[in-house]
Each structure stands twice: as C-alpha cells, then as structure tokens.
C-alpha cells in the first residue's frame, strides 16, 4: 500500500506510515501518517535499528538495514490524566525490561503523554508485563 502511494505521489524518499488491522481476509486502514508512528516505538528497545534511526539514515542517503527484531517486545501508551510522580515512576521501573519514555507533555483527559516499551523473552511474558502495567496505570478500567 505504501510503495503505492509514494509512486503515485512521485515521492523520492521519506516516510509513509500506514495503520491498519487485519481480521480474516480483509483489511481495515486505520489511518496514514507521514512520519514515524507510535506502533513502531517499541523498535527503540527490540530492534536492532530504531524506526527514528532507519528514517534518519534514509533522509541523510545512507545505507538502510533491514528492519529485524532483537527481542520479543510491546509497548503501552501513556494517556489521560496520570499522576506520574516518583512512586510510579519507581514502580514502573521494577519491571524488567521497561523503559519509561515521557513527552513532558501537561496531562489532561485524552492526550498522550509517553509510552513504556517492554521487552522479553518470549510473546506471554511481554503479554504479562504489559498487563500488569496497564493495571499499574489504568486501576479503574476492571478489564482485566
């Protein structure tokens, strides 16, 4: 779908991010972004090569690697009105393998304010930390 678009918008070089889902045979774009995108966040701590590192080396002509992962990962987006002091900050960081990534952004309902990337050595184990995180985070929500 990307390499599509950039020939028919003649584009040389850059970054055409599409969102979607895929359920049985079809899929669903979410949406196209012309940057990085936060469902690649997670290539900063599993991936050999970041997904800011393969843009950069893209837009300065260098060679670019194939993307592979080093680890098993995921990420959890940090969203809405969350009080990130010191306790939760330190609870957070007991987790092995999470790096906490904050935007220092001003919290209010809705908006995005970082995101922990999680990696481990199988898929069930980086389920697990991101669950017991989004308890950590989003007590209220009892969807788990």
């Known amino acids: 779908i990307t390499a599509r678009l950039f020939k028919a918008l003649n584009i040389k070089k850059g970054v055409l991010t ?3 889902f895929v359920k ?3 899929i669903y774009i979410n949406e196209f972004a012309p ?3 936060n469902t690649g966040h997670h290539t900063l701590n599993d991936a050999e090569y970041s997904q800011f590192e393969l843009l950069l080396r893209t837009l300065l ?3 670019i690697y194939s993307p592979s992962l080093t680890s098993k990962g995921g990420m959890i987006n940090i969203i809405g009105d ?3 002091d010191k306790e939760l900050i330190d609870h957070i960081l007991t987790f ?3 790096k906490l990534y904050w935007y220092r952004k001003t919290s209010r309902e809705g908006r995005k304010l ?3 990337n999680v990696v481990g050595k199988d898929v ?4 697990v930390k991101l669950r017991n995180l989004s308890k950590l985070l989003y007590p209220s929500l009892n969807i788990w």
Request: aromatic share 4%.
């Open 114 to 116: 970082g995101h922990i």
């Open 61 to 63: 002509d260098m060679h």
């Open 18 to 20: 599409v969102e979607f």
């Open 124 to 127: 069930e184990e980086v389920k």
């Open 96 to 98: 092995e393998g999470a």
């Open 82 to 84: 969350i009080n990130l």
């Open 24 to 26: 049985a045979k079809d």
């Open 35 to 37: 940057r990085v995108h």
